[in-house]
C-alpha cells in the first residue's frame, strides 16, 4: 500500500507592490525604534520577512531604498496643514500652529526624520527638509503679503516659533525645559496655545 504524500504547499507569489510595501511598513516599524541612522538592511529584512536578494533585486543600497521611502514625508507640512485662503488671517493661524503641533505629535516617523535631518548631512535630508519649504510657499506668501505692514517679519517670527515646536516635541522624552515637563499632555496644550497667542499678540494689526 502506498503511503499518503503529504500535500505539497503552493508557493505565494508576491508582486513587485506588495513586497516594497512590506519593506516601507516594516521600515516604519524600525525607524520607530530605532531611527533612521541605526536601520540596517539586515534588520529592515529581517521584520518584512524578505530575503536579502529580494531587496537588493529592488534597490541598490540602503540610502537608495531610503530615497524613495521618505518621499512620501516631503509632503508631510502641506499635508498636515488645514488651511482656507478664505478665513480670517489669524483664524487661520491658529489652525495652522495646532495642526502642526498634532501633526508632528502623531507621526514618530517624521519625528524620527527630523532628528535625522539635524544630525546627517546628505542628498536625503537636504532635499526633504527644502522640499517642506517649497511646499509652504503659496502659504508663506500668503502671509508675508497679509502681514507686510507689521514691523515684525512674519517669515522670521513663524520660523522661531515653528522650530520651537519641533525641538519641545522632539526634546520632550529628554528633560523638561524650562522646569515644564512637556511629556505631560496639559503642557503641550499649553504650549499650542500660547504659540497661537504671541503669533496673534505679534500680527494683531496686520489690516492697519
Request: aromatic share 12%.
Amino acid at each position: 500500500m502506498e503511503e499518503s504524500k503529504a500535500p505539497v504547499k503552493k508557493r505565494i507569489r508576491r508582486t513587485k507592490k506588495d513586497i516594497e510595501q512590506r519593506l516601507f511598513d516594516a521600515a516604519l516599524n524600525v525607524i520607530e525604534k530605532v531611527g533612521f541612522s541605526n536601520l540596517t538592511i539586515k534588520a529592515l529584512t529581517k521584520e518584512a520577512k524578505v530575503e536579502p536578494p529580494v531587496f537588493y533585486n529592488r534597490y541598490k543600497d540602503l540610502s537608495d531604498f531610503l530615497d524613495v521611502f521618505v518621499r512620501k514625508y516631503d509632503y508631510w507640512l502641506n499635508d498636515s496643514i488645514k488651511f482656507n485662503f478664505k478665513e480670517e488671517p489669524l483664524t487661520n493661524i491658529s489652525t495652522v500652529i495646532e495642526n502642526l503641533a498634532d501633526s508632528l505629535l502623531d507621526n514618530v516617523c517624521m519625528q524620527r526624520l527630523l532628528a535625522w535631518e539635524l544630525s546627517e548631512d546628505n542628498h536625503i535630508t537636504r532635499r526633504t527638509s527644502q522640499s517642506r519649504d517649497m511646499n509652504s510657499l503659496r502659504l508663506t506668501e500668503f502671509f508675508n503679503e497679509t502681514f507686510k505692514n507689521c514691523d515684525i517679519n512674519f517669515n522670521h517670527a513663524a520660523s522661531i516659533i515653528t522650530g520651537g515646536i519641533y525641538y519641545l516635541i522632539l526634546h520632550r522624552d529628554r528633560s523638561s525645559v524650562n522646569f515644564i515637563d512637556y511629556s505631560k499632555p496639559e503642557n503641550l496644550d499649553a504650549m499650542k496655545e500660547t504659540a497661537k497667542k504671541i503669533l496673534v499678540k505679534i500680527f494683531d494689526d496686520y489690516d492697519k
